[in-house]
């Protein structure tokens, strides 16, 4: 039953670590976080803004609210008694289909249809999506959002800056053309929410759609964090589950330094 | 049951998220990733060069090997059919005590340390410390490698940034005088690992030690994905467990673009 | 956002807990465990020997290897320096489509097969949907082994036993007319497997389809805990992950007592 | 770094499975899950009623109520668009030592007491680990309920089973005069909670301590299962995080059968 797995990543050596054959101790400083995603799931360091880009998304999925379930799961296993790493992984657990999952599915949508109607026109390939979607009574992923209502914040300053940085291309532009179709169809605007915006960046980045999920991931664990060790430090074992009311003690809205 | 529970994370509303009371959109291409964490863990965004600090020991702790028992839980699961979070949740699982778990220990010690002995000599501190662990005839978290040596690699990179970027203080201190006191003390250089090295850092730039395995787990992450991503689009189901060779494809030792 | 959840299954009160509407006290050293999983999953204990019937099922789901991917799963994380309940969660986390996962698929197309069509014979039925399976290069779910050949030892002694216990009825019938239907399309036998001899027998005792992962998870949950408990016990910190070949130490083969 | 690991649990064959060296297919049927659960923890199947008294504790663990942190975890993340065996291991992830805990901490304190005195009067062993614990403002625990008050119904019940069926031996002597010195020392009875009664029970059939946590996952693992297939198939997504009453629609209290 000996079998080789192989892989593509890192190599291991007493005096260094390389990650896609760059030596890791010597990017520590000198690199961003950003780029390094970036070179782990494309295979190379960014030629141009792709880093701060993918920092730039890091930035606006690392925290929304207590409410979100990810933010649930993860301070009820809290006040359980269990590591931190515990309460981080139920937290990481609940980030499916339906909680920044979207992403992943709006993702491969603007892959596929790229991939497969190389030459089709983009306003057409978004009317024939939207109405297939439509015909099976589908909502598309990655458009509307039950809460950001008319637009979602996030996702209109991710596209400015990808349009700026010069990585806006045919996934921004399908997407785009989705969001003019919908609200053709629906007689009202359904604009590309965070998860769609970073799709279709990731997309124009030649991040393969299955690593959609995994850029949410990685920068919410950061709120994850926070949450945890807010319920490891100032709840009451047990309590999170119970408790029905949530009251803000943190500092009110304030102007970035 | 009913009760308050309070946060001091963040709110939301329909036009705008505030993390700590920033508002998050307005900071998505104008901060790092490096400074959002930090400002999640400390309350506010960095006065100094903490936010390129956090980016940096994120850079150091992405990714490290197949090797790794968290990559190995994680592979293991994504080859059993399940979503992309469900095989990261099981490699964040893995990062316990002994695996990215040095950090919290070495980081308690550290602040508690300085907290319980103010005024007391730094190098005196370590002598006793030592002296301590060493009578309980247990390993002081944070140094040593099982692999790395002489030396690991990542955690003389951090120091040096720690030191240029003025963020080294008491702890770094503490941390480099019990390494001297280790080596007196065995005959023989023991010095601090990554997990060591972080702890020291992240205590001078106000981190709780807590905090410590979270910014392990918010980094390897990234790795994770990477590996969960190449088993799902590589490996054949459940033959991970199984497979007991590891080959490397990947690009060979490169220079830095 | 204040919503009410509705729940069917259990109400507690200072002095007694109800699991659907009987009290939980009074079960105990009067009912089987197998009982008790048929009442949560169908909403009332048995009228015949389904409790007997669900028992079996969980014997024959209790353990297998040290190989199956969950063990693997769950032995890297409790090497790990984390408790017994974060490595059986990880294991858990591996029952997934490719691992313990058969049986939803399988109970899902009996289930759906006869509910849409109540009238057809049951030959004609296995035949078209080994036919719809064939065309489509498919898998049909619940049917071979890649180890435990020719046959499965589990499956037959469970089908034997609802026989005998007068639970077989259609969905074991139309398993079985699967089964002929297969051999007959493929020149050879691909006999059901435990997966699929649990999803026609659970499928028959009016468990929807969906417990079928379940019922393997509450089982192997003691195989899990006997192996974590197992590498904590006697294997060293993150050696199971780097370790390569297995030596069994544990009694040879015995009679039953 | 190839190592070889060794296992006593299980062996398998094409034609078997050998679990400490019972042919499993055999076991089918003919011995109780609550025999295999004992067999796997302690290496033998029943000399006498263990495997009943099993099966006793695991109806007993079996279910509590949607209140339960794991449960809430479990049915917050099954909202999330995730399978069965993500949400089951989420709630698996909660029992830690303050919810289902208790008896891994109690069943280690009877167990050492009991080692490292085997000669002393009980009553006086549990005198000076009351006053032990007295004295560093400690909880025993295992003992006393936050809701089951004056006394938990579980633990009476597993209590008088245990009497009743042989199995009580030292360790639920000293567990009863610790309750006794307890509520001399208290002025008020702190009675054994299900944990304790656990605790005490398993220790006396020969289960080592740390698996007390596990018999009580393996349990949970059914309640966990009726809870997540219910949010599955009648909860809106990413409802439950949210949702704040708790309405029970199931049978009102009704006699067994």
């Known amino acids: 039953m000996s079998e080789t797995v192989t892989t593509s990543i890192s190599q291991v050596f007493p005096d260094s670590i390389l990650v896609k054959g760059y030596d890791l101790a010597a990017m520590i400083g000198r690199y961003r976080f950003g780029d390094v995603v970036y070179l782990l ?22 925290e929304h609210s207590i409410n979100a379930p990810s933010v649930h799961a993860a301070r009820t296993v809290a006040g359980c008694g ?20 979207a992403g992943e599915a709006c993702a491969r949508i603007l892959q596929d249809a790229l991939q497969q109607h190389p030459h089709e026109d983009i306003a057409a390939l978004a009317e024939s999506l939207v109405a297939d979607f439509r015909q099976r009574k589908a909502r598309l992923p990655g458009f509307g959002h039950r809460f950001h209502t008319p637009a979602d914040p996030r996702s209109q300053r991710l596209l400015a800056l990808a349009d700026a940085w010069e990585i806006s291309g045919p996934h921004v532009a399908l997407a785009r053309a989705i969001e003019r179709a919908l609200e053709r169809s629906l007689g009202r605007p359904l604009p590309m929410n965070v998860d769609g915006a970073m799709a279709a960046i990731l997309s124009d980045m030649g991040v393969a759609w299955r690593f959609n999920k995994a850029v ?21 074992p047990l309590a999170f589950a119970g408790k029905r009311t949530i009251r803000y003690t943190g500092p009110a809205k304030r102007p970035l330094p």
């Open 216 to 236: 949410f991931i990685i920068a919410r664990t950061a709120g994850l964090a926070a949450h945890v060790h807010e319920e490891m430090t100032t709840g009451r």
């Open 41 to 62: 799931m494309t295979g190379d360091l960014p030629a141009g803004r792709e880093g701060e880009m993918m920092e730039a998304m890091l930035v606006a999925s690392a």
């Open 82 to 101: 269990v590591p931190m790493q515990s309460a981080m992984a139920a937290g990481v657990s609940a980030i499916g289909d339906y909680h920044g999952g």
